[in-house]
């Protein structure tokens, strides 16, 4: 499909505070509270989780992978009240509380992100990379491209 704007490879970045205004607003139950700290090459997430107790948690991420809109965020290591290991197969309980439409669990420990959700309906992106840097993510994009708002293209 030919686009009003178009591009064989497009970099962006993308800013960790607002990253984390995002994960806070789909925050759900039993997870009281949760921060992203990125910093290059490792985003580390930490928050709490209410059971009987306040239980804080650390994960640490050290890659991104991602294909078309689809991004894959393998957990590195996992740990509660700072040195307790956390089995792996634990996340797996989060699966019926995400929203299905964005987020996803899949073995041995791994979080699958559909973006699709925050792409506008005029624009096509394909995502080849994403690195995690300090203060957020860069991401190059292969070829893409983009069209005016459906409301405007006619008006």
Known sequence: MTRLIEWD???????????????RSLRVDPIERITLHFSNGLLRVEG????????PFTI???????????????????????AIPIP??????????LPRDLIRFEEPATFVISLDRFLPTFVSADIQKIWIIDGGLAVTLGRGGADMPGDLQHG
């Open 60 to 82: 640490e991420i050290a890659e991104m992978i991602a294909s078309g809109t689809t991004v894959r965020v393998p957990v590195r290591s996992a740990s509660a009240f700072g």
């Open 88 to 97: 792996k197969f634990l996340f797996s309980l989060t699966q019926g509380k």
């Open 48 to 55: 709490a989780v209410k059971k009987f107790i306040s239980v």
């Open 9 to 23: 490879t497009l970099g962006l970045r993308v800013n960790g505070d607002r990253i984390n205004d995002v994960v």
